[in-house]
């Protein structure tokens, strides 16, 4: 943490921060003004639930609190590594298994090419955001702005929980990874606590470890950790193109006999579970505040990205096909005992390379993403200021890096995988199903220039469209098999489409790069989002009402008053400088 003297002048004690790091708004300042302001909860929650930001106040005021500026230092080519690095982490050689031997069979490979669509729909939403937010705060900005703070605050929370789970899971992945390159138990690298309960028993120093290490990276230089991304990478897309070479010699084309043995449900079922392999790009959005071209650079890197994966994906399981009939597939894993099952064991120990360097680049990005959500989300006082503090040597959020690893590091000292895989992914689809409404929203929405009519008839449209994704997504889930229920709400969807893209005028043209096709492009991202959230377990929608419930009472206690004093004070600093501009200018017109 970075210390120096306080406001009065006096220096910070201990580890360098003081209460003004932590609390330094108004509202906190005594017992007495705390007091009053929770008797003001009611107006102020009215005030902040209604509250949007605006695109000036994101690029500006509200970045201008970190103090310091991130170097921008990035380009299109980094953008595409740090994407694939993202995205192609152990996914590929997990999840594989499961879709094509329990759901999909053969045509695993149009299962990964419909989860990888609907992927590249959201990251063209993505693009046109961050090119013209190029912020820190990534959907957290582009929510604040579209949709308003309250739903930001919400969606944010949610998402920087699933980035700790995530770097968790993943670190201690690694572990077990590296256990199979010594042929050990993956529990045998780790320490058994007899007194803890039994999911919480095995330690994992090493994944403690491997998260620090990936934390100093992360805080010493962007464009270090983007070379070290890019070189690990590289090393992970040779292990695949080896998988591939090595696994096409020995091809049999009879297994793709029985394409689709449980027909069109089948593929979906697998496509959504599938979905999750493409899941990372979110975070690489957040590095648009250190793109040197946001214009040229991040479409490139954003899209190409996508469709380097989506190709990789598609090629990668139809050879997992050619090897080994998918109802002979290993769920756990596919890709080294399918090798092992045409004479190849050696290969095992280069699949658990490639797997251990893509979970390490992965990791790297992961922690880059959070510790830029936590900045922005810093800046806007809905967290501890002293997070939104960009290193002065290295440019870098080094206050936010450090104590989301030490939350990736706890949980996964800690918390088996069994218990981390339970609280995955509900959250990531509900930011991409916000983000394309938050779109259409700034297309088609403008404050103070829609007319009050155009505004009634985006409103309606806007809630047909959700509410006939939301009803298409229950009836899939339910397990009906009829055509009825669909001949119903996909209409419903197409009319309420085509009545925003004829009836509403278009309200904001992109300055620089938009998303083609809108709404239909926006609007397909929503519902297809919508759609395979009906296949996420229970447990995570139990786990999002309960993180919810936590972050509103910290909402409601804290964050609400601290977000509404920063607010305030922004407010009465433009109007000053706003009058000081008019007093000015009016003194030089009476001097001429």
């Known amino acids: 943490m970075e210390g120096g003297e306080n406001e009065n002048g006096g220096k910070k004690r201990g580890c360098g921060c003081s209460k003004q790091d932590f609390l330094p708004e108004e509202s906190f300042q005594s017992c007495r003004s705390y007091l009053n302001a929770l008797c003001n909860t009611k107006s102020r929650l009215r005030d902040r639930l209604l509250a949007r930001s605006a695109d000036h106040m994101e690029l500006h005021e509200i970045r201008g609190r970190s103090q310091h500026e991130m170097k921008k230092r990035l380009n299109w080519w980094d953008i595409i590594w740090f994407g694939i690095g993202a995205v192609m982490g152990s996914g590929i050689f997990v999840l594989t298994g499961e879709a094509a031997r329990n759901h999909s069979g053969p045509a695993v490979v149009v299962s990964y090419l419909i989860s990888g669509m609907t992927a590249l729909l959201s990251v063209l939403c993505y693009t046109e955001f961050c090119v013209e937010l190029p912020v820190a705060g990534g959907s957290f900005t582009y929510l604040r702005v579209e949709l ?12 920087l929980f699933e980035y700790v789970v995530a770097g968790a899971s993943v670190a201690r992945s690694w572990t077990s990874y590296l256990a199979t390159l010594f042929n050990h138990d993956p529990n045998s690298f780790r320490f058994h606590a007899s007194s803890f309960p039994e999911d919480y ?15 100093i990276a992360a805080c010493m230089s962007t464009k270090g950790s983007s070379r070290f991304n890019s070189i690990a990478t590289i090393v992970h897309l040779l292990v695949l193109l080896f998988i591939l070479i090595v696994g096409l010699t020995k091809a049999n084309p009879q297994h793709f006999s029985n394409f689709a043995p449980n027909g069109i449900r089948g593929i979906l079922k697998a496509s959504s579970i599938l979905f999750f392999a493409y899941v990372g790009f979110d975070g690489v959005a957040t590095l648009g505040e250190e793109v040197k071209n946001p214009g040229r650079d991040i479409p490139i890197g954003l899209i190409g990205s996508m469709l380097i994966i989506i190709l990789l994906y598609c090629l990668l399981s139809a050879t997992l096909i050619l090897i080994q009939p998918y109802y002979q597939i290993d769920v756990n894993a596919p890709f080294t005992l399918a090798f092992q099952a045409i004479g190849l064991k050696w290969a095992k120990y280069i699949v658990a390379l490639g797997a251990l360097k893509g979970m390490t680049t992965v990791l790297l990005a992961n922690i880059l993403g959070q510790a830029r959500y936590f900045t922005h989300i810093g800046r806007t006082h809905l967290a501890p200021p002293f997070l939104a503090t960009i290193n002065e040597k290295t440019r870098t959020p ?14 996964g000292f800690f918390t088996s995988l069994d218990v981390l895989a339970n609280l995955l992914s509900l959250t990531t689809l509900l930011i991409f199903s916000l983000v394309a409404l938050a779109l259409l929203v700034r297309r088609y929405y403008v404050g103070g220039e829609t007319t009050s009519s155009n505004r009634n008839k985006l409103i309606l449209f806007l809630m047909l469209m959700v509410g006939s994704s939301i009803a298409t997504a229950v009836y899939w889930a339910i397990g009906k098999n009829g055509w009825i229920g669909y001949a119903v709400t996909v209409p419903i969807w197409f009319i309420a489409t085509l009545g925003l893209n004829l009836m509403v005028k278009e309200a904001k043209k992109p300055k620089l790069w938009g998303v083609p096709l809108v709404p239909w492009l926006p609007s397909a991202s929503f519902a297809t989002n919508v759609f395979i959230m009906a296949s996420v377990d229970g447990a995570s929608y139990v786990r999002f009402g309960i993180w919810t419930l936590l972050l509103l009472v910290y909402y409601v206690f804290i964050a609400l008053h601290a977000s509404y004093d920063a607010a305030k004070e922004t407010t009465d600093t433009t109007s000053a400088a706003t009058a000081t501009c008019l007093e000015d200018g009016g003194a030089s017109q009476l001097h001429h």
């Open 148 to 159: 308003g703070d309250f739903v930001a605050y919400i969606a944010a929370g949610n998402i």
């Open 201 to 215: 028993s095995h330690l994992d120093p090493i994944a403690a470890v491997v998260s620090l290490l990936i934390c």
């Open 398 to 411: 080094v206050n936010a890096t450090v104590v989301m690893t030490l939350l990736n590091s706890i949980v």
